[in-house]
């Protein structure tokens, strides 16, 4: 099956700092990668995502990037502002067709300054 | 816009009991999922469902769980004789299609069930 590391745990970065959260994957077979965000006491929300078959997403202030050949991808955030604070989850899901689950990382909690 | 609505928000029980909770999937959706997040941890898959049966199912979904979808709007998960260790928020989800090339699981708010 898949393996979805995430680092770091926790990233505190002054308001309108960049943040990065960058995470591993273990089958080449991957497809999908989503980000979520979820907020303390509430569901995750899906905040972007990328297919394999590119390498860069951007949407205003937040981008993934896709490293398939090193299996990495990674959630950009720039000039963040306090309401990105939050637990943000990576996930991967693993071609071969039907409805499959998602495999997440173990998260990461922003903390975003004043 | 349309969202994955759950019920009860929150469900406390004794150990052995056994639990349904409860989901309304978007209604146009025709995959739907349950993962469990323990305090603290990370989203788990358990389950999917596809065409009134299971799809694919995680090592955590074992013989006290089960799921059903008892009519056109519902899905439900029910564990036959709770443990502590069941204690944990458990997320209902359901996508359009199966395939996410082309499609995107949406999360409902969680029932949060504590076992004493």
């Known amino acids: 099956g898949e393996n979805v590391e995430q680092h770091p745990s926790t990233l505190s970065v002054q308001e309108g700092d960049s943040a990065v959260i960058k995470c591993t994957y273990s089958?080449?077979?991957?497809?999908?990668f989503p980000w979520y965000k979820q907020e303390l006491g509430k569901r995750p929300q899906l905040i972007i995502d990328?297919?394999?078959?590119?390498g860069e997403k951007k949407d205003q202030r937040i981008a993934v990037t896709l490293n398939k050949t090193a299996k990495h991808f990674s959630l950009h955030i720039t000039e963040t502002q306090p309401e990105d604070s939050a637990v943000y989850f990576c996930?991967?899901?693993?071609?071969?067709?039907?409805?499959?689950?998602?495999?997440f990382g173990k998260g990461t909690h922003l903390i975003i300054q004043p | 816009e349309p969202e994955v609505t759950q019920t009860p928000s929150h469900q406390v029980t004794q150990m052995g009991q056994e639990v349904i909770l409860r989901c309304v999937p978007i209604?146009?959706?025709?995959?739907f999922y349950w993962y469990r997040q323990i305090l603290g941890q990370k989203v788990e898959f358990l389950v999917s469902?596809?065409?009134?049966?299971?799809?694919?199912k995680s090592e955590i979904f074992d013989d006290q769980f089960s799921v059903e979808r008892p009519d056109g709007s519902n899905f439900t998960l029910k564990i036959r004789s709770t443990k502590l260790e069941d204690s944990a928020m458990y997320f209902c989800?359901?996508?359009?299609?199966?395939?996410?090339?082309?499609?995107?699981?949406?999360f409902g708010p969680g029932t949060r069930l504590t076992v004493l």
């Open positions: 089958d080449s077979a991957s497809n999908y």
């Open positions: 996930a991967a899901f693993l071609s071969g067709g039907g409805a499959d689950g998602l495999t």
């Open positions: 990328i297919r394999s078959n590119v």
């Open positions: 989800a359901s996508s359009l299609t199966g395939v996410p090339l082309t499609d995107t699981q949406y």
């Open positions: 209604s146009n959706h025709l995959y």
């Open positions: 469902f596809y065409n009134n049966e299971i799809s694919e």
